[in-house]
Structures are given as C-alpha cells and as structure tokens.
C-alpha cells in the first residue's frame, strides 16, 4: 500500500461484515485504495467505496460515519421488511448451516477469573461508555458502591458481551460436533447438536445491541430469560454425551463401524465374523480412541466455559451474597469445602458399603483465595469418593481402615494452591494409569453404568449418583482443574496406595483455555 492512511481504510473496510451476504470485494477495494497518494481526501475514499459495493449489491449500504468508523446496514432492514426467522428453519438448512459456519470463523475471547471478578464490580464501565458514545452511556462511568451487587450497568455490560460471544462459542461445538469420527452419527449426540444449534439460534434472535439508554433494561431483561432457559436445558448435556459415548461403545463392540455384524448370519459366517470384530475391536479399542478423547477434552473444557459465563450473569443477576461476585467467591476456603467434600463423599460411602474411612484434614487451614467453590466441590468430592472406595474395597468391609489424609499447602510465594488426597486402597495398575483419564473408564458395575445413562438427570453431579458410576469423574474434574490454569495429577503405587495432587492457581489471572 503507498501510505499509512490507505493501510488503516483498507483494514476498516475489510473489517466490514459482508461475508453474510455473500460479497467478494476484496480485489477491487485493494484496487481502488492503492489508487490513492498520502494526500488523498478520507471522504473520498469511502463514498468510492459505497460506489463500490452497492454495484456488488444494491440492498446493502455501507456508511462512513464521522469518527471514522464502518458500519453496515441493509435496504431489507432499512425498509422494515421482515428479518429472516431462523428459528422457524430446518437446522439442516443452508441459511442455518451458512449463520454457524459464518461464527465458527471468528475467534473466541477468553475470560480470566479476575477479569470474571473485575467486570462483576463494574470496574470495566469505562469500556462501556466509551464502545457507546453517542448512545447514551458515555456519562454513566460509576462503579456500585456494594462491589457485591451488580448494577443495571453492569448487566447490559456483561449481557452485551455475552451476545456477542455464546453465538461463537455454540458454533465451534457445533462445527466440531458435525466432524468428530464415528462419535458424530450417535443418535445422542446428535441430539446434543441439535440444542446447541437451537440456543445458537435463540440467542442470535435477541437484538445485539440495546436500542437506547432507556431500552437497556427491557433488552437485558428478555436476553436474561433466553439464557435462563438455555442453562436449564444444558444441564443434561453432560449424561447425554456419556449416552452417546456408550452408543459408540455398543456399536464399536458388535461390530456395526466396522462393516461385521453377526446378526443374521448362519454358523458358517459366524466364525469369519467373530474373527473380524476381535480385529475391528481391538484397532478401534475405545478407551484409546485419540480423536475421540481429544474431542471430548475440548468439548467439555467448552462447556465448562459456557457454563461459567451463563452462571456468572444469571448469579449477578441475583440478591447479593457476602464475598461472592457472581458465582465466584473472593475468599474461597479450601478447609470449609474439603470439608463437605468429606461429609458428602462419607454419605455415599456409607450409603453403598454400610461404613467410611475416617479424613484427617492437616496443612493451612486458615487460608482463603478468590474460585468458584462449586469447581473446587466437585473436585474434591470425586476424589474423595474414589479413594473411599479404593480403600473399603481393597481392605474388605468391616475391616479397621486406614485413614485418608488430606493435605492443603499454600505459601506467600507460591503460585498455586495445592491440594493432596493420599489414601491406602490398593493403588493403581501402571497399565491403567492412562487409562483413568479416559472417559468412561470406570471399574463400576456395567448395569450401574447403564442405569446412569438411561436415567437423564438434570444435575452435573450429586449425591444421589452411585459411588462409581459413568466413569468421567476424573477426566471432568480435571478440566474444571485446568480451566482457571490449575492442573490435576495422579501418582499410584500399586499394591498400597494413590496420591493425588489439585494445583489451584493463587491469582486467577489465567485466561481460559479455549478449545479451537
């Protein structure tokens, strides 16, 4: 390009979004800018531009407004003819399927737990003024005096944030959705897909901006509604991919993926068909399915994320509580948590084999830091609830247990919080240590993991599941671990007894890691 000020027009007229409607222009603006000297009028520039692009097409106008900046509109919808109602199409549909590849190409924006925190406090109103000038909330920059409670403010803020992200966020599961091997033809996930795209949908159909100051809380309010029913519907998402993985699993076991499937055959094809399934199997053995799992780790580590966003808005929304914003809880007591962790872990203990292991609690117990306790809950008790079993099952019932020792160590200098379960069940064959953190690895009755499939339950987890049941424990909770940049790891000593280690990180300035 010959000057600095054509390189910025071009890059803000290509930051137009014109791909929706089909308009392949960017040879022809490349043309028309590099026309131009330094000397060249701006005004110039962009009436050449709208020239350019209403030949391409005349329903659409482009407008270079006064401080510099594109905007797009279209003739339909200057005209007040109809938008087009998504909803009411096929999610088959090329329009739907053109809106999804449309999000999936734009990047995700990753959050961090103080910056969950921060815009919770409305300390990031600035930005909100200054992204709407003109619109009304330039001079409303005042952060609520009760940093627990979230002004009006502060929901248009995070509401208008969230309509611009869930929409991308959806559509990445989706495209991922439509191309994960063998996993994507299970009626499950399939199912699974379809309430994604259906919440892509509902939230594309809410206005992406207020209309004005005074609509704000009209159009926060019924986007509010929206994601209410989304969060209720997706809390089953985790049971019923499980459903679908289990659908793989039977299909993969009789053969149907493989190309063999015994039933019909006569006794003669039966033995060349057994043959074949014993190879099929073990060459798509499904606990070592890497593509598989790796699509698992991304969809859950995204779930978890659309979760935490979706739960911080609604908990905003919310009376305020005492140290939380939000979902998050500036300061967190590990002790206090480890400790219903314990008191939950002990009843399903009991509940299945009459008795518990006693839980010695030792290290810093003083200590608090900004998480969200439901993820350091879940965490906990899973852990807790494995070593349980491990050593009831491994010393015998009515046997006098070793105790679990639970260890929490933290330092002014540390950068984690650190969490140790020890316990003396038996350890864990080094054969298997791989395999603890794949999905629907579990060493539970098979009929108690079919009933866990079979039943849909609302919930992510409870004590109202069994002891052992579908087998994502740890590899979930260590997502949950990863996603404020903590990790979770396992060492075993077979014969004895395992350790395990939760690294909590101390400032929560760990952005997301967001799955592709």
């Not at 053995?285 to 593509?291: A, D, I, Q, V």
């Not at 969200?372 to 079993?389: A, G």
Request: with cysteine; proline share 4%; hydrophobic share 35%.
């Amino acid at each position: 390009y010959p000057s600095a000020t054509s390189q910025r027009l071009f890059s803000e007229i290509t930051c137009v979004d014109l791909q929706i409607w089909g308009i392949k222009i960017t040879s022809v603006l490349r043309t028309n800018v590099a026309m131009h000297n330094t000397d060249i009028n701006n005004e110039n520039i962009g009436n050449s531009a709208i020239n350019i692009l209403m030949a391409f097409r005349s329903d659409f106008k482009i407008q270079y407004t006064n401080n510099n900046r594109w905007s797009s509109t279209s003739a339909a919808s200057s005209n007040n003819e109809p938008k087009i109602d998504y909803l009411s199409l096929p999610h088959s549909s090329p329009e739907v399927q053109n809106l999804i590849e449309h999000h999936a190409r734009k990047s995700q924006t990753s959050a961090s737990l103080q910056t969950l925190m921060k815009t919770g406090r409305g300390e990031f109103l600035h930005k909100l003024a200054k992204h709407n000038q003109g619109g009304g909330f330039a001079s409303v920059t005042s952060r609520p005096e009760d940093e627990s409670e979230a002004t009006p403010l502060v929901l248009v803020q995070v509401a208008s944030f969230l309509r611009r992200e869930l929409p991308i966020r959806l559509a990445h599961r989706i495209h991922d959705l439509s191309r994960v091997s063998y996993l994507q033809d299970m009626k499950s996930v399939q199912q699974v897909k379809d309430l994604y795209t259906t919440s892509f949908l509902e939230i594309l159909s809410v206005d992406k901006h207020p209309p004005t100051r005074e609509g704000s809380e009209a159009w926060e309010e019924q986007f509010a509604k929206i994601l209410e029913n989304i969060y209720e519907r997706h809390s089953s998402v985790l049971v019923q991919m499980a459903r679908g993985a289990f659908e793989l699993r039977a299909a993969i076991r009789k053969g149907a993926l493989l190309g063999v499937d015994d039933d019909g055959c006569d006794e003669g094809q039966k033995t060349t068909n057994e043959k074949e399934l014993q190879v099929g199997r073990d060459a798509v053995e499904f606990e070592l399915m890497e593509s598989t799992h790796a699509f698992l780790d991304r969809f859950y580590i995204s779930r978890i994320g659309i979760r935490v966003l979706i739960g911080q808005y609604l908990s905003l929304r919310q009376p305020p509580v005492e140290n939380y914003v939000g979902i998050i809880c500036s300061k967190t007591s590990p002790y206090e948590i480890v400790k219903r962790a314990i008191d939950d872990a002990a009843f399903m203990c009991t509940r299945k084999y009459g008795d518990a292991p006693e839980v010695i609690i030792t290290g810093r117990l003083d200590m608090t830091f900004p998480y969200v306790p439901t993820h350091l809950h879940y965490i906990m008790l899973e852990l807790l609830k494995n070593s349980m079993r491990a050593t009831v099952e491994y010393h015998g019932i009515d046997a006098d247990y070793p105790p679990i020792k639970v260890v929490i160590a933290d330092g002014s200098d540390n950068e984690d919080v650190i969490i140790k379960v020890s316990d003396e069940g038996g350890g864990i064959p080094r054969s298997n240590m791989k395999r603890i953190w794949s999905y629907l690895f579990t060493t539970a009755d098979p009929e108690i993991q079919e009933g866990m499939v079979a039943f849909n339950e609302n919930v992510d987890h409870s004590i109202d599941s069994p002891l052992a049941g579908l087998g994502y424990g740890l590899p979930i909770s260590r997502s949950y671990a990863r996603y404020f940049g903590g990790d979770l790891s396992i060492m075993s000593m077979e014969g004895y007894g395992t350790d395990c280690f939760v690294y909590l990180t101390r400032l929560g300035n760990t952005r997301e890691p967001l799955p592709i």
